[in-house]
């Protein structure tokens, strides 16, 4: 059995959630051959130098989990995508690259964080392209850290005001995006998250069937997961305690 999940945004602003996380990896994660964070397990993240109290107990967690025979694996988000090579040794999680084509219930499954089919968004798509540049990325994590965490706050809070003025659909995926990138992967099925849409959408791919599976984000009382056993790919919601 594997499991999968993404956007549970942690911060120590949303301690449910951060309790609940604790108490999945310490429960059903560990009854899972392997568990997959598709993104966004941070709500932000300013480097692998930088860990306070929280960020220190979130990766401890991850590290009991792997050392308890459960393959981790993360992919970058937007707001998480600083994480890098030194929280993965920690954490025990192996970083996959977005996309990654994968085998799951017996198909060639392609996971994705889900905010690169999101062509409509043009503003958003061009902070992607200069957030995920190397060039870019050394000269953040070169600024002192109190610059970062400013640059952090300030970054979500141009998101929150951009978000609000934006179309609903602008912010969903792109139908024309996702049947390309299943054509150019050779996949018919795609799992992400990123959008906080859950469900389960058929579609035609050069006139074969295929399903997008998109993983719901963690509230206070509810957490998301994609469950594959055998052949049985199943979207479920649960309450967090």
């Known amino acids: 059995m594997q499991l999968l999940i993404a956007d549970l945004h942690l911060q120590p602003d949303q301690p449910e959630i951060a309790q609940g996380f604790i108490d999945y990896l310490r429960g059903p994660a560990r009854e899972a051959s392997a568990l997959t964070i598709l993104g966004d ?3 932000a993240w300013i480097g692998d130098d930088y860990r306070g109290e929280f960020e220190q107990r979130i990766i401890a967690e991850l590290r009991a989990c792997h050392d308890a ?4 694996a993360f992919m970058h988000g937007n707001r998480d995508f600083l994480i ?3 929280f993965a040794a920690d954490s025990g999680c192996a970083l996959l690259e977005d996309p990654t084509v994968v085998e799951l ?14 062509t409509g968004d043009t503003a958003y798509m061009a902070f992607r392209r200069q957030a995920r540049d190397p060039a870019w990325q050394a000269q953040i994590l070169a600024l002192p850290v109190e610059e970062r ?6 970054l979500r809070q141009q998101s929150g005001e951009a ?13 024309a995006a996702v049947v390309d990138t299943l054509r150019a992967h050779e996949s018919r099925l795609l799992i992400h998250g990123h959008t906080h849409r ?13 399903e997008r599976y998109v993983i719901g984000d963690w509230r206070p009382n509810q957490g998301w997961q994609l469950r594959v056993e055998g052949d049985d ?4 919601s649960f309450a967090l305690a």
């Open 84 to 86: 890098g090579e030194a």
């Open 69 to 72: 025979g459960t393959r981790l």
């Open 198 to 210: 859950p469900a389960v959408h058929e579609l035609a791919v050069d006139g074969e069937r295929a």
């Open 41 to 43: 397990l941070f709500e």
């Open 149 to 154: 965490l400013a640059l952090a706050r300030k």
């Open 163 to 175: 978000n609000s003025n934006k179309a609903e659909d602008i912010m969903d995926v792109t139908p």
């Open 233 to 236: 790919i199943t979207l479920e």
């Open 105 to 118: 219930g017996g198909r060639r499954a392609l996971l994705m964080h889900g905010d690169s089919l999101c």
